[in-house]
């Protein structure tokens, strides 16, 4: 399996990231099947300005955000509420980027672990990024269940709780 981490923000790396986002995507892959020795992904651990900047540039909203994601390719169901197809063609599924504030901040007030927040993050860009989405009516329902499935398999309390 190919995880590239990319830290900008040492926290990130006092935090384990390079762990957790190889135990993240290797649960999402073994969760839909796919082969983890084929597909890419690259993990940023940046601040709150970073990824506010991020924001702003691809999104148009210049404020940090817990996660952000970035498809290699457009993904997505054609019918609300099933699965994407898988993925097919170029390995790259995209890149994630993570605020260190506004993750550390949430997990605090959710009452979780930083560690149990960040895989959840992770496992819901990666799913983002392979076409999952949260827009459409039953696609949120679909998205949340593989979430806890896979959190459910890497030790992890239902984040939906």
């Known amino acids: 399996m190919s995880v590239e981490v990319v830290i900008e923000d040492k926290r990130w ?13 290797e649960g999402v892959f073994a969760r ?13 651990g940046a601040d709150d300005a970073r990824v506010a900047e991020l924001n702003g540039q ?11 994601s ?34 550390a901040r949430e997990a605090a007030e959710q009452g979780k672990t930083e560690e149990q927040h960040f895989l959840h993050l992770i496992v819901h860009g990666v799913l983002h990024l392979l076409g999952y989405d949260h827009v459409r009516e039953g696609d949120g329902d679909l ?5 806890t499935a ?12």
Request: net charge negative; proline share 10%; aromatic share 6%.
């Open 143 to 147: 998205m949340e269940s593989h979430e």
């Open 150 to 161: 896979i959190l459910a398999a890497l030790g992890v309390p239902d984040p939906y709780d």
């Open 13 to 25: 790396e006092a935090a384990g990231l390079e762990r957790l986002a190889g135990r993240a995507v």
């Open 70 to 103: 970035w498809p290699s390719e457009e993904r997505g169901a054609g019918t609300p509420g099933t699965d994407p197809d898988p993925p097919a063609g170029n390995p790259e599924l995209g890149d994630i980027a993570l605020a260190w504030e506004t993750c």
């Open 32 to 44: 839909l099947g796919l082969d983890p020795d084929v597909w890419e992904v690259v993990v940023l």
């Open 58 to 68: 691809f999104r148009g909203k210049a404020q940090a955000t817990n996660v952000l």
